[in-house]
């Protein structure tokens, strides 16, 4: 049976594997260290301040260290289960990885309250704004990474 050309196709699971690493994991991996750098800075230099995001050096290497642990078990671990074509018990790494992504979304809720929405005050500086930014981005790859996850990597494998 030929698919309908209307409904979209399921990526091959080695493709979104390779999406996942080079567009996510990898790039988690750099901005992190970056944010967190810039959170320090702005947190220094503007501890006086009302709008100071104090604490968010230390939520972002938290977000660091947790997404770091949760990542070399996807890749040593899960990732090539699933590339081996999956089993039965493939099920609870699984469950397990979506659950530590429920305790991301918390963290992203916390992120988003720590830069107020990812707002900046008036009169920001260049590295205020420049933190702003890439929370919000940090926020938006996240959300999108746990998605494609949960819903178009794992999700088969769940039924």
């Not at 709008?51 to 968010?56: K, N, Q, S, T, V």
């Not at 660091?64 to 070399?72: M, N």
């Not at 040593?76 to 979506?98: C, T």
């Amino acid at each position: 049976m030929t698919p309908d050309p209307g409904t979209p196709q399921r990526p091959e699971v080695g493709a979104l594997i390779e999406l996942i690493q080079t567009r996510y994991h990898d790039t988690h991996r750099r901005e992190f260290p970056e944010a967190i750098r810039l959170a320090r800075k702005v947190e220094a230099v503007h501890a006086a301040e009302p709008e100071c995001p104090r604490g968010l050096a230390d939520l972002l290497a938290l977000m660091l260290d947790d997404l770091e642990s949760h990542q070399q078990r996807e890749e040593r671990v899960l990732f090539p289960m699933l590339l081996a074509g999956g089993s039965p018990m493939v099920r609870f790494p699984i469950a397990r990885m979506m659950a530590e992504h429920l305790d991301v979304e918390e963290q992203l809720i916390r992120l988003r309250t720590l830069t107020h929405d990812f707002a900046n005050p008036l009169g920001a500086c260049d590295t205020w704004r420049g933190l702003t930014q890439l929370c919000r981005k940090l926020d938006a790859d996240l959300r999108e990474h746990m998605r494609l996850e949960n819903e178009e990597l794992f999700a088969p494998f769940m039924d």
